[in-house]
């Protein structure tokens, strides 16, 4: 196969990328390692900033989002028996939040993309990148199955593979600087058949631990509770979920009602980068050049904003701008990934308690409170945590 532009991994980043480059005639293959059922069922983020939904609405990706997402612009947090709601749209100029599941976005990215005449080919794990410092590279991909493997010739490959991806191991030992931070605690993150209770984000601090209630869809609410780290889901049976969650959230079972639980897993809590997210010809875009914890919800968003990036610069490059457009690319990501990895970093550390065999646990406890004092009583405060909370405004292309 020959084509400009490779793609490896059907997540949001690589199918943002492919989408943009095929609306402006520029082709591409995307090759993914799962099958289409399973990425269109993976559950994972469900809040879009206002900034992403800017990116794929002025590129005509948005319309099922902006007709069955709903917009939210406030949360809340609480803490003992105490609560208060943060109204970030209002704060933030009148952004806010969009909540639509993960994989209905990647459902309709694919759907896009494919009635564009796109190349998108399920179960081809790429396995080799090869001449990435060369004019020609290829891409190999070992097919499920019996089918032959098949080699991809490009201009570029775009690594959107993930973090366990084989684009960024493709790189040479010595090129990139990886950054990263493994976190003191765990997040067991549940997916549960419940409605949510009330149309807000709510964020617990609670002596057992952070207690969280995100919003999906009416009848799906996705939950995490703070676990040490090494918890394995076993240990939660679905009563002890319960009774976790009503606990730290100062719910009843009639305010929370349980429902099935259809996921738990123990979240990896960590934190990383990798620069530049450039080698030769490959481009490293979304988790495969960088992991950032789900507390402020912007692994998702930075993915999409690293593919418009990529996209804008790779457009810049066939219309004759040469290689400066490209070659900037890294450049342009990374003050906000660093801006986003610091947010994700601050708010860990608002709502984490700390674990109590820690020698300094109380001095850091009384850290957390107080920045939640802050964020209840400053309007400054408030104000700053909602223009990082929901996304910097920055329209598209510039
Ligand atoms: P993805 O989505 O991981 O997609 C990578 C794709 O590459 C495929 N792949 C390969 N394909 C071909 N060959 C190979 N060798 C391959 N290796 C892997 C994979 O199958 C996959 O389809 O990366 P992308 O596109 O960079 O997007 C990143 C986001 O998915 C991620 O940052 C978010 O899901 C993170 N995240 C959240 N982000 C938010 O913005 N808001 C949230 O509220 C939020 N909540 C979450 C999250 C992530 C979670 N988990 C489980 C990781 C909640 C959870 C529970």
Partial sequence: LRTRVAVVGAGPAGLVLANVLQQAGIDSVVVE????????????AGVLEHRTVEILDAHGLADRLLAEGGRHGSC??????ERFSVRYQELAGDRAHYVYPQQFLVRDLIAAYLSGGGQLLFSHPAVALDGLDGDRPVLRCEPDGDAESVEIECDFIAGCDGFYGASRPAVPA???R?????????WLAVLAETPPAGEEIIYALHEDGFAGHMLRTPS??????????????????DERIWSSLHRRLGMTAAELK??????????????????PMQYGRLFLVGDAAH?????????MNLAIADAEELATRLLAHYRGAGARALDGYSAACLPRIWQAQEFSHWMLHLLHSPAADQDDSAFLHRLQLSRLAQLRDSAAYATNFSDSYVGRAVSPGS
């Avoid at 349980?258 to 620069?275: A, C, H, Q, W, Y």
């Avoid at 992991?291 to 692994?299: D, E, M, N, S, W």
């Fill in 33 to 44: 390692r799962q099958s289409r059922p399973y990425v269109e069922a993976r559950a994972r």
């Fill in 76 to 81: 809340e947090f609480r803490h003992q028996g």
């Fill in 174 to 176: 010595g090129r990139l």
């Fill in 178 to 186: 990886a950054y990263g931070r493994q976190h003191e605690f765990g």
């Fill in 220 to 237: 799906i609410t996705r939950f995490y509770l703070q676990c040490p780290v090494g918890d394995q889901p076993e240990n939660w049976p």
């Fill in 258 to 275: 349980p429902g099935p639980i259809t996921e738990k897993n123990v979240l990896d809590m960590r934190s990383f980068v990798v620069e």
């Fill in 291 to 299: 992991i950032i914890t789900p507390a402020g919800g912007k692994g």
